[in-house]
């Protein structure tokens, strides 16, 4: 079964870091770009980034470039979001997805979501 | 980037049809077959719906269709069922970034 699993809630202070992870499994990880997309509580959904895990090619969201940074770790099939300093703004759902150029850049496989929870 | 534009909020009955906009510009939706929708129930993942402006992945009912015409595209949902209340998001490329944009959301509501 082709899915993606991310990691578990988080619950953090402003100022501190944080690294969100998300593994793939059922398919050939490096062939196809994974990209994060943020749910502010209520909100919609936002484009943050995407990575080709087979090279670690990046691009970003011009209203996320510098705020965030994303790698992935080809050799256990995982993508990462982080951030170097949260703030309470940064609270939200954040999803990982597959995007499939199969399908015309559809993302086409959603991980479950992490959520994120910044205060003091 | 600013977000594709959708309405709010579309409603309708049991068996009736709804249709829902999501307006781009000549850098996205207008120039690009790369549109794709989204449904996401409540308390859920998205889960894809159409992909490349009209087709549908296995497993999605005949009922959802896509059409495109010039910097709008739209998506139909025929013979609404209560299982098809969720909030709906359209996607495009957009050259602007290389990259994509969702569409500001649409909540269908069946009365």
């Known amino acids: 079964e082709v899915q993606l699993v991310q990691s578990g809630a988080e619950v953090k202070k402003p100022g501190e870091s944080l690294k969100i992870s998300c593994k793939g499994s059922?398919?050939?990880?490096?062939?196809?770009?994974i990209g994060w997309v943020r749910q502010m509580p209520g909100k919609g959904l936002e484009w943050m980034g995407i990575?080709?895990?087979?090279?670690?090619?990046?691009r970003y969201s011009p209203s996320f470039q510098g705020q965030v940074t994303i790698s992935a770790d080809k050799s256990i099939s995982t993508a990462y979001l982080q951030w170097s300093s949260l703030k309470a703004s940064d609270t939200a759902m954040y999803y990982c997805?597959?995007?499939?150029?199969?399908?015309?850049?559809?993302?086409?496989?959603w991980g479950q979501g992490t959520m994120v929870t910044v205060s003091s | 980037q600013s977000a594709l534009t959708q309405p709010p909020s579309v409603s309708g009955s049991p068996g009736q049809s709804v249709t829902i906009s999501c307006t781009g510009t000549?850098?996205?939706?207008?120039?690009?077959?790369?549109v794709s929708w989204y449904q996401q129930p409540p308390g859920t993942a998205p889960k894809l719906m159409i992909y490349?402006?009209?087709n549908r992945p296995s497993g999605v009912p005949d009922r959802f269709s896509g059409s495109k015409s010039g910097n709008t595209a739209s998506l139909t949902i025929s013979g609404l069922q209560a299982e098809d209340e969720a909030d709906y998001y359209c996607?495009?490329?957009?050259?602007?970034?290389?990259?994509?944009?969702f569409g500001t959301g649409t909540k269908v509501t069946v009365l």
């Open positions: 997805a597959r995007l499939s150029t199969d399908r015309n850049d559809a993302f086409d496989i």
């Open positions: 059922g398919y050939s990880f490096t062939s196809y770009w």
């Open positions: 990575i080709y895990p087979g090279d670690s090619d990046t």
């Open positions: 000549s850098s996205d939706v207008g120039s690009y077959n790369r």
């Open positions: 490349e402006v009209s």
């Open positions: 996607s495009s490329y957009t050259s602007s970034s290389r990259g994509y944009v």
